[in-house]
């Protein structure tokens, strides 16, 4: 097994025995998404007039937050999260936990429309990238290696490409 950084690249096999898909059925499950059209289009320009610097390099750069720095790595209130380009939903409460990976995590999206995959080879890696589907910024990664009892999946997604929005119920912002 090789560590990088706050990662731990496991053998197939061992994501296979923990209920994950395989390698190849991920990438074949979200290949299908790279061909959307963004239904939100905007110019460079445009996304710089609404973003600050910071999120317009991990949202339309690619960019990552430094790990354990992002607003919602810790945050437990219910509620749903936003995409910070267009307000789209992308991810809710009820399936965000702690992995201690540095950044939030869910182990499922807020539905169907909310996200899409694609693959990235950037940094000499295979992952799959998430990107809201809406407006398609970059919101982080999908990997293998989430709760075994749910999806198997872990969205490790940058806080900075959210906008949190607490239920209205629980009274906190």
């Given at each position: 097994m090789k560590s990088i950084g706050v990662y731990l690249i496991l053998p197939v096999a061992a994501l296979l025995s923990a209920g994950c898909q395989s390698n190849k059925s991920i990438k074949q499950s979200h290949a299908m998404n790279e061909k959307s059209t963004p239904a939100v289009i905007k110019s460079n320009e445009e996304w710089k007039q609404?973003?600050?610097?910071?999120?317009?390099?991990?949202?339309?750069?690619?960019?990552?937050?430094?790990?354990?720095?992002?607003?919602?790595?810790?945050?437990?209130?219910?509620?749903?999260?936003?995409?910070?380009?267009?307000?789209?939903?992308?991810?809710?409460?009820?399936?965000?936990?702690?992995?201690?990976?540095?950044?939030?995590?869910?182990?499922?999206?807020?539905?169907?429309?909310?996200?899409?995959?694609?693959?990235?080879?950037?940094?000499?890696?295979?992952?799959?990238?998430?990107?809201?589907?809406?407006?398609?910024?970059?919101?982080?990664?999908?990997?293998?290696?989430g709760p075994a009892d749910k999806t198997g999946l872990r969205y490790c997604i940058n806080s900075i490409s959210m906008e949190f929005k607490p239920d209205s119920t629980t009274g906190k912002p």
């Open positions: 609404i973003l600050t610097d910071e999120e317009y390099y991990v949202l339309r750069e690619a960019g990552t937050e430094r790990p354990f720095m992002g607003k919602y790595t810790d945050t437990d209130d219910k509620g749903n999260y936003y995409c910070k380009a267009c307000g789209h939903l992308i991810f809710t409460s009820d399936t965000k936990y702690h992995s201690g990976c540095g950044w939030p995590a869910f182990y499922d999206k807020a539905g169907k429309s909310a996200v899409i995959t694609k693959m990235d080879y950037s940094h000499g890696m295979t992952r799959v990238e998430v990107l809201c589907q809406q407006c398609h910024s970059h919101l982080g990664h999908v990997f293998e290696d």
